[in-house]
């Protein structure tokens, strides 16, 4: 069978999946009495406070903040920061490892992970890919319609399921409503850089809504990274049968150089991606019962040689749908989650064959609350055809022994099974393994936090992961420089180490923060074999930051990051951005690797050298 292209791949599971989720909604608001929820826009995980901020990625749970290391950027950071893409955002985040090969695509892992070791969410719902880990960041969601980006550090398979083994990540979009607004932005810069975009919010009828989309054009850093990007996003949120339902809508289209990206080649790459997800939600009594049904479609067509298609090409075409249903507990001294998930991945490509799979899982969490204590549990069971069931088990705790100080602490199992492109993937330089095993880990952490009486804040967290079956591609040391790099399991790996964060610092006018990892390998398999990515992780990351206002309306803004990568030296980047706010417009100047750093990326190549970019927005209405 001969792969249609995936512009033309019809989606009758997605839209059967979305009716099959909305009728249920409908039968239960019919059938049950009504009682107003909190929530405008139901989003997923049930959002929690965590030193003021919200946050939703790390439990089900209704009530006090969980007992796990995690950063949130918010929509004032993101703001703030030099950076135009949620993966430009991600690498000023503490314990993240941004990998980019362009401006169009980026790895990201977390805690000494892999690109398949990490799992992204957007509004709680997976956009991981099942094909493989470097399209995850394929997100259809521009930086303005963000609200913040939540990152888990750490095991979550018995909340999540599969891959959130080094953490999690959950971009939570802005919901729409309100009064009449709207944004408009401009940018342009080095690299012959041309972007812009717009976002709409209001109201239609009963319903809120937003929209947005962006452009992003730019001749790359380096002759073969060029890129051209598409972005759209629709939201809808309003009252239905009883309850509250949302509706998200993103497509995305991404053409680049890909020059080097996987192999020594003068690459090309264009790959589409389109997701749905339908949400609603309604009290019942005491207990919430929310309906989710989701999908994301992705395309990917690789040229090897850019210009040549017959010498070698690859069509990936896949489809993940999903539809998940949880009962959720009130917020009281006992709280409680349980539901279960099911789905499907269907993948059609020239190269890895017709494939499909089906997979299911059911969960539960609970959770006490006490005047200076909590504790949180939780168990989840996955199935997978072609795989054993796999079950994650957590338990988490915190004590706050003086209104200033909390310690806490996190035992739980995590597992992912390889990819398609793990087991059968095929080119002149990488070749999978169909008989590789399922990767599981045990992870633990403790830590401290403490505040000052000033509002200066100190988090300390010790970690460790003990890794069996890591699925890795490698080959032989003494092996020739054009080997070929097969994936394998490691027999065990350990990754231990410790992360240090502080904010809050104020110096004169300058607010400062900062963070710190640090982490240490082990692995019997590290001297024999050359690793592509488990076993080469970021062994420091220091990140600062200040922030210096001028006034009211001038800023000055500069980041600075040294790193250090397994067998590499390490280096430092610093990057700007000076901002002036007129009315309800911005203008902001960023400059990027001003030291002009060199290094490597992750092909292996030159990584970008100092740039500028300069932008404007102008905003008008009512928000």
Avoid: C
């Avoid at 049950?32 to 405008?40: G, M, N, T, V």
């Amino acid at each position: 069978m001969t792969p249609r292209s995936f512009a033309a791949l019809p989606i009758p599971t997605v839209r059967h999946t979305l009716r099959t989720a909305l009728a249920g909604a409908v039968a239960w608001g019919v059938l049950a009495p009504s009682h107003p929820l909190q929530a405008q826009t139901p989003r997923g995980d049930a959002v929690v406070e965590i030193e003021g901020l919200a946050v939703s990625v790390a439990s089900r749970l209704r009530g006090e903040g969980p007992a796990r290391a995690i950063t949130v950027l918010d929509r004032a950071t993101l703001l703030e920061l030099p950076v135009t893409t949620v993966a430009e955002a991600l690498d000023w985040a503490a314990g993240v490892d941004l990998q980019p090969r362009s401006a169009a695509q980026a790895d990201v892992a977390v805690r000494g992970g892999t690109a398949e070791q990490v799992l992204v969410l957007v509004d709680g719902v997976p956009m991981s890919d099942a094909q493989t880990g470097h399209f995850d960041l394929d997100l259809a969601i521009p930086l303005a319609d963000i609200e913040r980006i939540e990152v888990l550090r750490g095991a979550a398979s018995a909340v999540h399921g599969a891959d959130a083994v080094g953490g999690v990540i959950n971009v939570v979009t802005r919901p729409p409503g309100g009064a009449p607004s709207g944004t408009v932005e401009v940018e342009g810069g080095t690299f012959g850089r041309i972007a812009g975009g717009v976002r709409m919010n209001g109201r239609l009828g009963g319903w809120s809504v937003a929209g947005s989309a962006r452009l992003d054009r730019s001749d790359g850093h380096r002759a073969g990274t060029d890129h051209d990007l598409r972005l759209g996003h629709l939201a809808v949120a309003g009252g239905l049968a009883g309850g509250v339902a949302s509706l998200r809508l993103g497509v995305a289209a991404r053409d680049f150089g890909a020059d080097g990206f996987y192999a020594p080649f003068p690459s090309y790459e264009e790959t589409r991606t389109r997701t749905a997800a339908a949400r609603w939600a309604r009290a019942l009594g005491t207990v919430s019962l929310e309906v989710a049904a989701h999908a994301r479609q992705h395309g990917d067509d690789f040229v090897l040689r850019r210009g040549d298609p017959a010498f070698y090409q690859n069509i990936h075409t896949s489809l993940q749908t999903g539809l998940d249903v949880t009962l959720r507990a009130a917020p009281g001294v006992w709280v409680w989650a349980v539901g279960a998930t099911g789905g499907r991945d269907d993948l059609e490509s020239t190269n890895l064959g017709d494939r499909a799979a089906d997979r299911g899982a059911v969960f539960g969490e609970v959770g006490w609350n006490g005047s200076a204590a909590r504790v949180q549990g939780g168990l989840r069971l996955d199935a997978r055809e072609g795989f054993a069931p796999a079950w994650a088990p957590s338990v988490s705790a915190s004590f706050t022994p003086a209104a200033n100080v909390g310690v806490r602490a996190s035992v739980a199992r995590s597992f992912r099974a390889p990819t398609w492109t793990d087991r059968f993937y095929e080119d002149p330089a990488n070749r999978g393994d169909p008989d590789l095993a399922v990767e599981t880990a045990w992870s633990s952490e403790l830590g401290m936090d403490w505040t000052s009486a000033v509002g200066v804040r100190l988090r300390a967290t010790g970690f460790l992961r003990e890794a069996r079956d890591l699925i890795d591609y490698a080959r032989p040391a003494d092996g020739p420089d054009d080997a070929v790099w097969q994936t394998r399991n490691v027999a065990s790996a350990s990754f231990r180490g410790v992360e240090f964060e502080v904010d809050g610092i104020a110096v004169g006018p300058a607010a400062v923060d900062g963070s710190l990892e640090l982490l240490d390998l082990a692995s019997d398999d590290a001297g024999d074999f050359i690793s592509k990515y488990a076993l080469r992780p970021l062994t420091r990351t220091a990140l600062l930051g200040v922030r210096v206002p001028f006034g009211d309306a001038v800023s000055l803004g500069l980041r600075v990051a040294n790193r250090r990568r397994t067998d590499e030296a390490d280096r430092t980047t610093a990057d700007l951005r000076l901002e002036a706010r007129v009315g309800s417009s911005r203008l902001w100047v960023d400059a990027t690797n001003l030291g002009d750093a060199t290094w490597l990326d992750v092909s292996g190549l030159p990584a970008p050298g100092r740039a500028l970019r300069t932008g404007v927005s102008m905003a008008f209405g009512g928000g």
